[in-house]
């Protein structure tokens, strides 16, 4: 491959490095390629010769750089190999060249994919730890004993809502592991299931814990009986509690949140309708609610402990259960959330057995 010289940068080119370095000239030839950069495209295409940037090109399966754009960075994934990939545009004596730097991170995204699904095994255990306690107290709560006193009572109940937090926290946690592993997709247990139930999951938890919410809110469902989705139970329960659970946390006292339903098209979509009338999203912030870690600035205001993940977890396991999630809003009125899924067919036999 071409060792060219570059007037005035050849002399400090190094070929002993992590990185792969490729440089084309104005015509696109290939003037500079470094040692690491052949041994990376050998073990990419064989004996394939890079003597132009369009040789490059297709081997990353890439297409050029916008003549609007002076550099980019891009994570490829060729031939089983994860490729790093900068390149930048730059002039030498009024010369034009473009410069690729490539490394490749196979190694790195394999221990980090490991790191992560290590991590989300270990949240699993701890979960599977706290659903025992969970039930453990619930079923407290459910006795009511008369040797029980008002105080014991109130610990116990305040007890199950922060381990019902901590089961989210973790949730949402080992499915970002997941996510980040990605290997998300093979752990979601998309089937068919009545939109109704799930709904009655979500806000009975909510209402459940009313006394610790603290605060006056109406849950009002709409939906009517024997609509199915195709969608993870669990996941989806969580994401519908996300959902109930912003609306009354961040608005004022006597929330009222209004879920409908409505078939569109030719009725092979369900979307599932949030509304309520809470203090809604600051118009700056709406394109970045779904980002990891964001959060509104109006949201801030009020609670400070929030992790910003609820919302982005949202979008991304929607996504990869061929659903979707929206939203429309308007500061100090309120907000509707959109979820929109693929109908479900289950027959009578099924609902009736809650399957």
Same mark, same amino acid.
């Given at each position: 491959?071409?060792?060219g010289?570059?007037?005035?940068?050849?002399?400090?080119?190094?070929?002993?490095?992590?990185?792969?370095?490729?440089?084309?000239?104005?015509?696109?030839?290939?003037?500079?390629?470094?040692?690491?950069?052949?041994?990376?495209? &050998?073990? !990419? #295409?064989?004996?394939?010769?890079?003597? =132009? /940037?369009?040789?490059?090109?297709?081997? @990353?399966? $890439?297409?050029?750089?916008?003549?609007?754009q002076?550099?980019?960075?891009?994570e490829?994934?060729?031939?089983?190999?994860?490729?790093?990939?900068?390149?930048?545009?730059?002039?030498?004596?009024?010369?034009?060249?473009?410069?690729?730097?490539?490394?490749?991170?196979?190694?790195?995204?394999?221990?980090?994919?490991?790191?992560?699904?290590?991590?989300?095994?270990?949240?699993?255990?701890?979960?599977s730890?706290?659903?025992?306690?969970? &039930?453990? !107290? #619930?079923?407290?709560?459910?006795?009511? =004993? /008369?040797?029980?006193?008002?105080?014991? @009572?109130? $610990?116990?109940?305040?007890?199950?809502?922060?381990?019902?937090?901590?089961?989210?926290?973790?949730?949402?946690?080992?499915?970002?592991?997941?996510?980040?592993?990605?290997?998300?997709?093979?752990?979601?247990?998309?089937?068919?299931v009545?939109?109704?139930?799930?709904?009655?999951?979500?806000?009975?938890?909510?209402?459940?814990?009313?006394?610790?919410?603290?605060?006056?809110?109406?849950?009002?469902?709409?939906?009517?009986?024997?609509?199915?989705?195709?969608?993870?139970?669990?996941?989806?329960?969580?994401?519908?509690?996300?959902?109930?659970?912003n609306?009354?946390?961040?608005?004022?006292?006597d929330?009222?949140?209004?879920?409908?339903?409505?078939?569109?098209?030719?009725?092979?979509?369900?979307?599932?309708?949030?509304?309520?009338?809470?203090?809604?999203?600051?118009?700056?912030?709406?394109?970045?609610?779904?980002?990891?870690?964001?959060?509104?600035?109006?949201?801030?205001?009020?609670?400070?402990?929030?992790?910003?993940?609820?919302?982005?977890?949202?979008?991304?396991?929607?996504?990869?259960?061929?659903?979707?999630?929206?939203?429309?809003?308007?500061?100090?009125?309120?907000s509707?959330?959109?979820?929109?899924?693929?109908?479900?067919?289950?027959?009578?036999?099924?609902i009736?057995?809650?399957?």
């Amino acid at each position: 491959m071409p060792k060219g010289t570059i007037p005035g940068i050849d002399s400090f080119l190094v070929d002993i490095s992590v990185r792969g370095m490729l440089v084309f000239d104005s015509e696109g030839t290939a003037v500079r390629i470094n040692a690491k950069a052949n041994q990376i495209i &050998s073990s !990419l #295409a064989g004996n394939a010769l890079v003597l =132009s /940037e369009t040789d490059l090109l297709e081997i @990353f399966r $890439l297409d050029i750089l916008p003549s609007d754009q002076t550099q980019d960075s891009r994570e490829l994934t060729v031939n089983d190999k994860i490729l790093l990939v900068n390149r930048q545009r730059f002039e030498i004596r009024s010369n034009p060249y473009m410069s690729y730097f490539i490394q490749d991170i196979s190694g790195e995204k394999t221990l980090v994919g490991t790191i992560h699904r290590q991590t989300s095994e270990s949240l699993w255990k701890i979960r599977s730890c706290i659903t025992s306690v969970q &039930s453990a !107290l #619930a079923i407290l709560v459910d006795y009511q =004993s /008369e040797e029980l006193s008002e105080q014991t @009572f109130d $610990l116990l109940v305040d007890s199950r809502f922060e381990i019902w937090k901590l089961s989210r926290y973790i949730d949402n946690l080992r499915d970002l592991s997941l996510l980040n592993a990605n290997i998300i997709e093979k752990q979601l247990d998309v089937e068919t299931v009545e939109i109704k139930q799930l709904i009655s999951i979500a806000i009975n938890n909510i209402n459940s814990f009313k006394s610790n919410i603290g605060k006056r809110f109406v849950l009002t469902d709409s939906t009517p009986e024997n609509i199915a989705i195709q969608c993870d139970r669990n996941r989806c329960v969580r994401i519908m509690e996300a959902i109930l659970i912003n609306s009354i946390f961040y608005s004022k006292n006597d929330t009222q949140v209004t879920i409908s339903v409505q078939e569109l098209g030719s009725g092979d979509e369900i979307t599932l309708y949030f509304k309520d009338n809470g203090i809604g999203i600051p118009q700056e912030d709406q394109t970045h609610i779904f980002e990891y870690g964001f959060r509104a600035g109006n949201v801030k205001e009020q609670d400070s402990s929030g992790m910003g993940l609820e919302l982005h977890l949202s979008r991304q396991i929607m996504n990869r259960m061929n659903a979707s999630i929206a939203f429309v809003s308007k500061e100090n009125e309120g907000s509707v959330f959109a979820l929109s899924f693929r109908k479900g067919h289950i027959n009578k036999k099924q609902i009736s057995l809650g399957q």
